[in-house]
């Protein structure tokens, strides 16, 4: 395991390379946040300066994927490096202040008030949604079919998210619409963050009229449950009764009901999405991998005819694909903060006004930190393996004090979900490869299709 060392004098050490790259090849595949981080490791070393404009109109972007300058980072003192940057800019425009987008200084009283609701006992209030919305799914699949692994569980993420914050079953039109939203609104936000130019957020565009009404309609159903919260005490929605109930320990005080539809914004977006990425990679590998599979099946198929959260100590190999897949395709592709004050990373001075990109991605496919990095193979996180990791080589749910404050129910739903579809349906990957786009999170950037066979017959007791 590795050890932090004391910290050099900042003014000593020297700034990160320049990117060797020709300027036009940089221009090019930079907005490929996954794979142009490697490139760029691969051409200068872990922390490498990209600069593509006249610092007014873009700032110099440093890339870092060695463990130590992304700890470096994420350790920083509080402010030093902060979420100031043209994508939180446009992400607090769009969606509201949340725990994502926040900087330091007002973050500090959110995370207190919502840490203590989604603590390892408290998430399992709000967990149970992602199987039955997978069974939900199944029963239309019949006995054998082939569908897009992606698409299937991006809309059953969004029916257990949308059950548990907001307690309401919707429609296929309404949770399309949605669905089509959330990409909208973050496609748009990655668009202006990395344009030199960026028109008023006030000038009607047609772009800016698309994100604008997307974000209205995510915003809206966010409001919406929240009123019918306070009005209806019936009303099944446990997340957000317990974001109604926040408080900081320290002063007592409570979130407004705009910030808890701000906060469920951004849980609804990241959410979703997040992990029906997981869950889709972790599908299309286990179709490449039936002997694996088998393994998930086996010990799914020991537990009762329901999957509980009560069930997923008893569900280890599921827990390693799941591990293995965020490695190989975290959600979260890296972090991006600015430089407020001189920063020591991993040997180099980050001067304030930098913009870092810290890769996870990239980081996590390193030859240099993994063997035979590409393939996938879930031992790599049993107990005794895991014990001899540099915790900060793996970062699936980012690090430091602004780690993501859901990881343990992202983590609860996803192995829930897994376990009832490959205990009850056979995958067959139709496809070798996982094709990756990056529109703000990583995503399929295509279908990836799959034969399911049913296992067992799915009565329809079994779907609630």
Not at 251 to 272: I, S
Not at 280 to 300: D, T
Not at 377 to 402: A, I, N, S, V
Request: net charge negative.
């Amino acid at each position: 395991m590795a050890t932090r060392s004391a910290q050099p004098d900042v003014s000593t050490l020297p700034p990160p390379p320049r990117c060797p790259l020709p300027k036009l090849r940089q221009l090019r595949e930079i907005r490929e946040f996954h794979t142009f981080a490697e490139t760029v490791r691969d051409s200068a070393g872990p922390v490498v300066m990209v600069k593509l404009g006249p610092k007014s109109l873009m700032p110099p972007i440093v890339f870092i994927t060695s463990p130590q300058g992304i700890r470096d980072v994420l350790t920083a003192p509080h402010g030093s490096a902060d979420k100031t940057s043209p994508l939180f800019v446009e992400m607090r425009y769009v969606l509201g202040y949340n725990l994502f987008d926040m900087q330091d200084h007002p973050w500090t009283a959110h995370r207190k008030a919502v840490q203590p609701l989604f603590t390892k006992n408290r998430v399992q209030d709000y967990a149970g949604d992602m199987s039955a919305a997978a069974r939900s799914r199944m029963t239309e699949w019949g006995p054998a079919a082939t569908i897009d692994i992606d698409a299937e569980v991006r809309r059953m993420t969004l029916d257990a998210v949308t059950r548990a914050m907001f307690g309401i079953d919707m429609d296929v039109a309404r949770t399309e619409s949605l669905g089509h939203a959330i990409r909208t609104v973050l496609a748009h936000i990655t668009d202006r963050a990395l344009a030199p130019l960026r028109p008023p957020h006030q000038l009607p565009t047609p772009a800016h009229r698309r994100a604008y009404a997307a974000a209205r309609e995510i915003r809206s159903a966010a409001d919406d449950i929240v009123r019918r919260c306070h009005e209806d005490p019936t009303v099944d929605a446990p997340l957000v009764r317990a974001l109604i109930g926040a408080h900081d320990a320290d002063t007592g005080e409570t979130l407004t009901d705009a910030e808890v539809a701000e906060e469920l914004a951004a849980f609804l977006v990241a959410g979703h999405d997040t992990t029906a990425t997981t869950l889709a990679y972790s599908l299309w590998a286990l179709g490449n991998h039936p002997e694996i599979q088998e393994q998930v099946r086996a010990e799914a198929s020991s537990c009762g005819p329901e999957l509980s959260p009560q069930d997923v100590g008893g569900l280890e190999c599921t827990v390693r694909v799941l591990h293995e897949a965020l490695r190989l395709c975290p959600p979260g592709a890296g972090a991006i903060r600015t430089i407020e004050h001189d920063l020591a990373a991993d040997g180099f001075r980050l001067s304030p006004g930098t913009v870092v990109s810290l890769s996870f991605y990239a980081m996590h496919r390193d030859p240099a930190l993994w063997d035979d990095p590409l393939r996938f193979d879930p031992d790599r996180f049993t107990p005794d393996k895991m014990k001899t990791l540099d915790h900060w080589q793996y970062l699936p749910f980012g690090g430091g004090r602004r780690k993501c404050v859901g990881d343990q129910f992202a983590m609860l739903e996803a192995t829930l979900a897994l376990a009832t579809l490959v205990r009850d349906y056979e995958f067959t990957s139709q496809r070798a490869d996982f094709p990756i786009a990056v529109p703000f999170t990583v995503v399929a950037a295509a279908p990836v299709p799959a034969l399911v066979r049913r296992r067992r017959t799915i009565e329809p007791e079994d779907v609630t």
